[in-house]
């Protein structure tokens, strides 16, 4: 029956069914808000509402999937790869690690730092887990691309150099660690608040001279490395926001390991501090 008007059926192509677009159509890209992303899931992190982190991220990335936002959907894959190793979801990491890598190859980012970090965040998700054997081979790629960039910033670089030497220790290499522990400090260095960094490259200093060396070896050489890391931590120039208590927090384990019991409990004194005052 002639409707005496037109409507979208009588001039639109056939919808495809799969990707929701008319035959031949580029898919606007509708782009989330990453720098509202991070901002929001920093405050999450800072009070510890991992629950709320997840349904953060999980949100925004539905919104960049149905926006075709490769991009910012290739940011949530990697701050869900990091929360799921924070909170012990070895499946979930996994499966965001394995869309990241193939956002990646689809956007054709590999030379770009941005894979670099994709790597870095990928490997030390597998460290984590166990799985060495995976994790150095991205860490090698992430060192190909930082250090071809000139543009790769100190914080970045000593965010892997201290990553990837702990996975050498996890199998053995500790010569090999110890030369990227001292790149990390000598870049950490060139950093305003950077000695929060260079603390714990000195904890993990110590945790390998310990693997070996062996404990009673070792701990002259661990105790000069712990006192260096405490003046750092309570002497330092960052600002006492929330990533400063939760360095405070993930270093403290390491102080009562070593017999550090009032510095381990200072530290998270602070970290408490901070966590009631935001």
């Not at 992303?37 to 999450?44: G, Q, R, S, T, V």
């Not at 919104?63 to 929360?83: C, F, P, S, T, Y």
């Not at 960039?149 to 010569?175: F, I």
């Not at 945790?207 to 661990?222: I, N, P």
């Amino acid at each position: 029956m002639d409707k005496g008007y037109l409507t979208p059926e009588d001039y639109a192509e056939p919808r495809c069914l799969l990707c929701d677009e008319p035959y031949g159509k580029v898919p606007e890209v509708k782009a989330v808000p990453q720098q509202r992303i991070i901002e929001k899931m920093n405050d999450y992190m800072s009070r510890r509402d991992y629950a709320g982190a997840e349904r953060h991220l999980l949100y925004w990335l539905e919104e960049a999937k149905l926006g075709h936002d490769k991009g910012g959907e290739l940011l949530i894959r990697n701050e869900l790869v990091g929360h799921y190793r924070k909170t012990s979801n070895r499946e979930g990491a996994f499966e965001s690690a394995a869309e990241a890598l193939r956002l990646i190859k689809e956007l054709q980012f590999d030379k770009n730092v941005s894979a670099g970090t994709t790597y870095i965040n990928i490997a030390t998700a597998y460290n984590a887990f166990d799985e060495n054997e995976k994790a150095i081979p991205l860490f090698e790629k992430a060192t190909e691309v930082y250090e071809a960039n000139e543009g790769t910033s100190p914080e970045l670089l000593g965010g892997l150099y201290n990553n990837m030497a702990l996975t050498l220790v996890s199998v053995g290499r500790c010569d090999e660690a110890f030369e990227l522990y001292n790149k990390a400090l000598d870049v950490m260095a060139k950093v305003p608040g950077g000695g929060l960094e260079q603390a714990i490259t000195y904890l993990n200093m110590a945790d390998a001279y310990e693997a070996k060396l062996g404990s009673e070896q070792a701990e002259s050489k661990a105790f000069e490395l712990l006192d260096k890391a405490y003046d750092l931590l309570i002497n330092t120039d960052a600002k006492k926001d929330g990533y400063y208590a939760f360095v405070c927090e993930k270093c403290a384990p390491s102080f009562s390991y070593y017999g550090y019991f009032m510095a381990a409990k200072e530290l998270n004194s602070i970290a408490e501090e901070i966590y009631e005052r935001d």
